[in-house]
């Protein structure tokens, strides 16, 4: 069975349609990257298959694994493993990013998280993502970098292990040893069972990647699906070459 599958999805803000007829399907295992100019819906997308509220469906459905998620609650899609990487988007005061993370994990899986076993698997995926260990103990956002706030994303999702992950412009703003750095541990972090959506412009986070499908988004629809060899045309080309 398809992990997500969306099927002639439209939807709106504010009455004005944005996504206009979008298909997608997403098994297990794979890499799907979404690409296209901005504006194109490529955020939405990722919002309405996770049931931001901001957003209206009005046609068309969202499957995942075989279940009709279309009109269910962002945190019931949480905990199917659905997963869409958000920039806690304020400092918030007195909390560690260590609390925030242990509280977002017992929200995601329901479960108890026992403070010492999650400061040893914290400690080690910081590591890998070449993160200092004193961050853990720092006011989320406080003080935080740009490339510290990305990474602060990478590291939400390998702690709360998703079935499918959605990481919109993760590498946005990164240098190129941090964008390096995190599409190694994107490649670490796929498995078999499990699969990831990227949203990018930067092919980079591509590198250390294998990747299945590549898809171009303009003007709410996904106007072509491609293997990854488009994604030489892209940097050899420019976009404009495969728009048309
Ligand atoms: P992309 O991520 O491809 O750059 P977006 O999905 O962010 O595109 O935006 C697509 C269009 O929808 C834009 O015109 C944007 O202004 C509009 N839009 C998206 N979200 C909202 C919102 N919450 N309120 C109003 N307009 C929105
Ligand atoms: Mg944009
Ligand atoms: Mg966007």
Redesign the pocket.
């Known amino acids: 069975k398809n992990l997500l599958s969306i099927k002639d999805l439209h939807a709106s803000?504010?009455g004005?349609p944005?996504l206009n007829g979008v298909d997608i399907a997403i098994n297990p295992g794979e890499v799907h990257v979404l690409m296209?100019?901005?504006?194109?819906?490529?955020?939405?997308?990722a919002?309405v298959v996770m049931g931001d509220p901001?957003?209206r469906v009005d046609k068309g459905n969202i499957f995942f694994e075989d279940e009709d998620i279309t009109e269910e609650k962002t945190d019931a899609r949480a905990r199917r493993g659905m997963f869409l990487s958000f920039q806690a988007p304020e400092e918030i005061s007195g909390i560690t990013v260590e609390n925030f993370l242990r509280t977002a994990k017992a929200a995601y899986t329901g479960e108890e998280i026992k403070l010492l076993p999650f400061r040893k698997e914290l400690r080690a995926k910081m590591e890998e993502l070449g993160m200092d260990a004193s961050y853990a103990a720092r006011y989320l956002n406080v003080g935080f970098s740009g490339g510290e706030k990305k990474k602060n994303e990478i590291l939400q999702m390998s702690i709360l292990n998703p079935k499918l992950a959605i990481l919109d412009e993760t590498d946005s703003g990164l240098d190129i040893d941090a964008v390096k750095t995190i599409s190694e541990s994107l490649q670490r972090y796929k498995n078999k069972e499990n699969a990831v959506l990227i949203?990018t412009h930067i092919t980079r986070i591509l590198q250390s990647l294998s990747v299945d499908y590549v898809h171009i988004?303009a003007e709410g629809r996904i106007i072509r699906t491609s293997d990854a060899s488009i994604i030489d045309k892209i940097n050899r080309d420019g976009f404009a070459s495969v728009l048309g």
């Open positions: 803000v504010n004005q944005i296209g100019p901005n504006g194109a819906g490529k955020s939405t997308l919002n901001r957003y949203i988004m």
